[in-house]
């Protein structure tokens, strides 16, 4: 069964460390997607890519939050520095677009 | 992209038809609605979607009247182990950007 692969799955962390949280998308989806998750805001849209290219990180917190995807097998979300707020279930998501998505398991993030 | 809304929670018992109602009133012509099912400490998983009328799969129906404004998932003799949330989106047919809602909290109970 193709999947999406997040690592780490879970990541402990002190306040100001920088944080990478790493993506494999299913093989030959072009769009990939990074959202949050808290129980306070839901499932937030951080940013996402078709092609590789950003089309929108709107959702991002610009100062410290950055989404790379180096190569089509490797999507990153980085957090420099972190900070206590930031502690939620951060997922990827992979598909052709249209609405339809295949989620990765997460990785929860908590920042001390 | 048109605004949802659902109920925040459902309470059921097991062998039960669940159906799960959501408004979006300011759907466009090009859009289309999806549902997703979210169990504790996973991601998201597609369920079901459709554009107007009724849409049938293994796990679930959706029907969309003729104006659109609203859907229903449907959820056929529900166990246990359908207890999650389930979200209803609505999205441009082609698009890319999807936001999800509050999601509906569905306990089943025994």
């Known amino acids: 069964d193709a999947r999406v692969t997040q690592t780490p799955r879970h990541k402990v962390t002190e306040m100001g460390q920088e944080v990478t949280m790493r993506c494999q998308p299913i093989?030959?989806?072009?769009?990939v997607f990074w959202y949050r998750q808290t129980m306070m805001q839901g499932l937030e849209l951080l940013a996402y890519?078709?092609?590789?290219?950003?089309?929108?990180d709107s959702g991002m917190p610009k100062d410290r939050f950055s989404a790379e995807m180096p190569d089509a097998t490797l999507a990153t979300l980085k957090i420099q520095p972190s900070e206590p707020r930031d502690s939620a279930v951060y997922f990827c998501a992979s598909g052709f677009g249209g609405g339809k998505l295949f989620f990765g398991s997460g990785t929860q993030l908590s920042v001390l | 992209l048109a605004k949802t809304t659902q109920p925040i929670s459902m309470d059921s018992y097991e062998g039960q038809e669940v159906n799960i109602t959501c408004s979006h009133n300011?759907?466009?012509?090009?859009?289309?609605i999806t549902w997703y099912q979210q169990f504790p400490s996973q991601g998201p998983r597609f369920i079901i979607q459709g554009y107007k009328t009724k849409v049938t799969n293994e796990v679930a129906s959706l029907f969309i009247p003729a104006d659109r404004k609203s859907s229903t998932l449907s959820l056929p003799r529900v166990s246990l182990s359908d207890t999650a949330v389930y979200y209803c989106l609505v999205g441009e047919v082609g698009g890319f950007k999807t936001i999800f809602g509050a999601g509906t909290r569905l306990f089943v109970k025994a």
């Open positions: 890519f078709r092609n590789r290219a950003p089309l929108d």
């Open positions: 093989l030959g989806h072009n769009t």
């Open positions: 300011n759907i466009a012509t090009n859009d289309y």
